[in-house]
């Protein structure tokens, strides 16, 4: 960067400065201060600026240019000495880079950088703002004192105000006998914030976004609530190592719980949290959580640890590990392989029901173990995979365990459109074990090939595409089954065509203009039968009934059964589309499947199915208006005359912060299913708006203003046993400055147990958040639950520009 040139206009007597007269008598200052001519040949060398991401100007500008800047000085009154000192009074302000000094008297020593200010003194240093009555600083290395300041603080969103502040850099300064609240400050002498943090002394790190308060009493309507000796809190949302607040929870299955967790900010890509908790039903338990993210591969591992549980006399244990990742061999011709492990393991049978909260597991009692090495390169890729089970059996009411696959060898290469057509083949090899006392069938080797070939015709209007595939099985099993032999084998074609037409029309309905399809699809399916009902299930099911599965081919799930199949689908649906944007109003559908001979493979319990004719499908999705969105299910038989299944749902949703989900599901009794009536409710809405405050919409995580109460919630009815099967209620209130939140959840083990649990919580907005949080169980079970507050935005220095 070149020297900064001197282009001050001829000097006044006073030297070093232009002094210019205004109307009224009222002077502006400018005053641009060159280097001398060491700094100006050291800025010679300095290489040009580059732009880095960041929010503040003292981290764009290294050290060494800043110096370089020029100062600008206004007031209305000036006197001093040339390259010496600069005295300004009357309306003076100061300004570097982002540093702008305002007061009554400004006096400022070149020599020594040093800037002294009195009466009604303000400091606005990148956005952060500190008011009093006198200044002393250092103006490049930002040293000084500030006496009795008021602060603001931009990115924390914070103010307060101290006996004194020491700047020790442009960093970091050291508030004594102080206050800090994010709440609003109201005018009037006699306004008490809400919630208020004092403390004897205050230690503020705005480079690692950390303040620390020693002597340090948190007060929350004036009445003492947390006092330590010290602690610290964020001024950002930058993450910082250190205890987090403790959390207290109370539930029927652990009694009173006490955690008390402290986080570890090991680097930006590292961090392990420490969660010691004491249970007065069951006694103490360790836990702790380590995550890790490398640019090749990223994971987490979490242990929990009771050396005694008093209610079960017994260790108790559980622990999970993730990782996903690349693993670069450095072969030519084999490249990268893809690696991924998800283990999970407990302790005992009873660890699902008595710590439900500690598993992330879709099926509690179900822990899997899971591993797999992937490769692939152009039109071939394979797979290595171990996957094993650990079944929490309940003696009352146990469980056929999943079989475990040790190992799952799997293969594919696939061509597209080569010569206007598709093939490809698929391998697979699975030596599938389980506990035999519980499956009752034996263990087994088996080996599966899937080759198929295709020609579509897709055209403007229409599509047709025929399909040949062949299905080729051999199974080596560990025990002789009932006719005594020890291996199978097993090989049936299919033959398929899929088929569709599109029609487009300008429809106009209830006064709006929209474009209308028509769309018919068949789809024909022949599989020749195959004797394969005495061979096991490994890992087979029958597939849903609904749209997606009754255009398939196989009736079936897995590798294990290959329905025989002369049948027919057709179906039409047709859609309402916007004819500017092409965005879906709504859709209708049916579709019903039409036998042409019976099927004869069927899964063990089942029957031949000989109906000419299947249930018949019906369904709906209408998002007529933004704020609506409805669906709508029916599985209808024509024989009996009435519905099989039947599911409705619908969502409303005029803003933010407001949403109401409702849904009813009926399925009758099928094999292996008991027959299930289910009505669903989940919202989030705030209750002012029944007393007509609506208040204003912030944005997503903002609220709606303060002073309002949220409802939340979710109510899980079972027609059929007449019980909430979940159910969790609760309120929400924000005071602006801090969230107020109180949840009772009740979740239902069995027919004659259930966990009940309240959560109590208090958040400090930008500070802290003390008691259990119940923000996970709000997210997980209530459609669109909105957090009040949420960092969505990014402060900006420039929003506090003077």
């Not at 029944?690 to 979710?714: A, E, I, K, N």
Request: proline fraction near 6%; glycine fraction near 8%.
């Amino acid at each position: 960067m070149p020297p900064v040139p001197s282009i001050l206009p001829a000097r006044s007597p006073v030297g070093g400065f232009a002094l210019c007269h205004a109307a009224g008598a009222v002077a502006a200052l400018v005053l641009l201060l060159a280097a001398d001519g060491a700094r100006a040949q050291g800025a010679a060398d300095t290489a040009p600026l580059q732009l880095k991401p960041s929010e503040r100007l003292a981290e764009q500008v290294p050290a060494d240019v800043r110096e370089q800047l020029p100062t600008f000085f206004f007031g209305q009154r000036t006197s001093g000495r040339p390259n010496l000192e600069t005295v300004i009074e009357g309306d003076a302000m100061m300004r570097r880079g982002d540093t702008m000094i305002q007061a009554d008297r400004l006096e400022y020593d070149q020599a020594s950088d040093q800037a002294k200010a009195q009466g009604q003194v303000r400091i606005n240093r990148a956005g952060d703002v500190y008011e009093g009555p006198a200044l002393e600083l250092k103006v490049d290395a930002f040293e000084g004192f500030f006496q009795s300041p008021r602060y603001q603080l931009l990115r924390a969103g914070a103010h307060g105000q101290a006996s004194r502040a020491d700047f020790l850099d442009d960093k970091r300064s050291v508030l004594h006998d102080a206050t800090y609240t994010t709440c609003k400050r109201q005018p009037g002498p006699s306004w008490l914030p809400d919630w208020v943090l004092t403390a004897t002394t205050m230690n503020l790190d705005t480079e690692q976004d950390v303040g620390e308060a020693k002597g340090g009493v948190l007060r929350f309507m004036d009445v003492p609530v947390l006092a330590l000796p010290t602690f610290t809190f964020p001024l950002s949302d930058a993450r910082k190592s250190g205890f987090l607040p403790p959390t207290v929870a109370l539930d029927n299955l652990n009694g009173v719980e006490l955690l008390v967790p402290y986080y570890w900010n090991i680097a930006p890509n590292r961090d392990a949290t420490f969660y010691p908790s004491v249970m007065s039903k069951r006694g103490v338990m360790m836990g702790g959580e380590f995550r890790y993210m490398e640019p090749t591969y990223a994971g987490q591992l979490r242990l929990d640890y009771m050396p005694t549980d008093k209610l079960r006399d017994r260790e108790r244990w559980s622990y999970e590990a993730k990782h996903s990742g690349v693993i670069q061999t450095g072969v030519k011709g084999i490249g990268n392989l893809a690696f991924s492990l998800d283990a999970n393991r407990v302790s005992d049978n009873d660890y699902w029901r008595d710590f439900p909260s500690t598993t992330t597991s879709l099926t509690e009692r179900l822990r899997t173990t899971d591993a797999n090495l992937r490769w692939s390169q152009g039109d071939f890729s394979a797979g290595l995979r171990a996957l094993k089970y650990q079944t929490l059996q309940d003696v009352s009411a146990p469980i056929v365990p999943p079989y475990d696959r040790l190992p799952q060898i799997t293969g594919r290469y696939g061509r597209y459109d080569v010569g206007g057509f598709d093939f490809s083949v698929d391998a697979d090899y699975t030596q599938f074990s389980a506990d035999r006392s519980y499956t009752l069938q034996p263990n087994a080797k088996r080996s599966f090939v899937l080759g198929q070939i295709s020609r579509p015709w897709v055209r403007p209007g229409w599509f047709f595409t025929p399909k040949l595939q062949l299905h080729a099985a051999k199974y080596e099993f560990d025990a002789p089954l009932a006719s005594g032999a020890t291996s199978a084998t097993r090989t049936v074609p299919t033959f398929s065509i899929d088929s569709g037409l599109v029609f487009e029309r300008d429809a106009n309905f209830f006064g709006k203009a929209w474009r209308q399809t028509l769309e018919p699809r068949a789809f024909y399916v022949n599989t020749p039968y195959r004797e394969q009902n005495s061979l096991p299930i490994y890992d087979t099911s029958a597939t849903d009934f609904n749209f997606a599965t009754i255009y398939s081919e196989n009736t079936f799930t897995g590798n294990d059964r290959i329905s025989d199949s002369n049948v027919l689908t057709l179906g039409v649906d047709t859609r309402l589309l916007q004819p500017d944007t092409g965005a879906q109003v709504a859709r209708f559908g049916v579709a019903q499947r039409l036998r042409f001979k019976d099927q004869r493979v069927f899964l063990p319990g089942g029957a031949v199915v000989d109906d000419r004719v299947s249930d018949f499908l019906a369904g709906a999705s209408v998002n007529w208006d933004p704020l609506w969105s409805t669906d709508a299910t029916v599985q209808y038989n024509p024989d009996t005359r009435r519905s099989e299944r039947f599911t409705v749902s619908g969502k409303y949703s005029p803003g933010n912060y407001r949403v109401v989900s409702t849904a009813y599901r009926m399925q009758r009794a099928t094999s292996g299913l008991p027959e299930s009536e289910q009505v669903d409710v989940g919202w989030q809405w705030p209750l002012n708006d029944l007393w007509g405050d609506r208040g204003q919409d912030l944005g997503p995580g903002r609220g709606l203003g303060s002073g309002r109460w949220y409802s939340v919630g979710r109510l899980a009815y079972s027609l059929q046993d007449r019980q909430f099967v979940d159910s969790i209620m609760g309120l929400e209130y924000d005071g602006d400055c801090w969230i107020g939140r109180i949840v009772v959840e009740r979740i239902q083990r069995s027919n004659a147990a259930a966990n009940n649990k309240i959560m109590f919580q208090i958040e400090f907005v930008g500070l802290a958040r003390l008691g259990s949080s119940p923000l996970k169980t709000l997210r997980d079970n209530i459609p669109r639950y909105q957090f009040l507050r949420e960092q969505v935005t990014t402060s900006s220095r420039f929003g506090s520009y003077e």
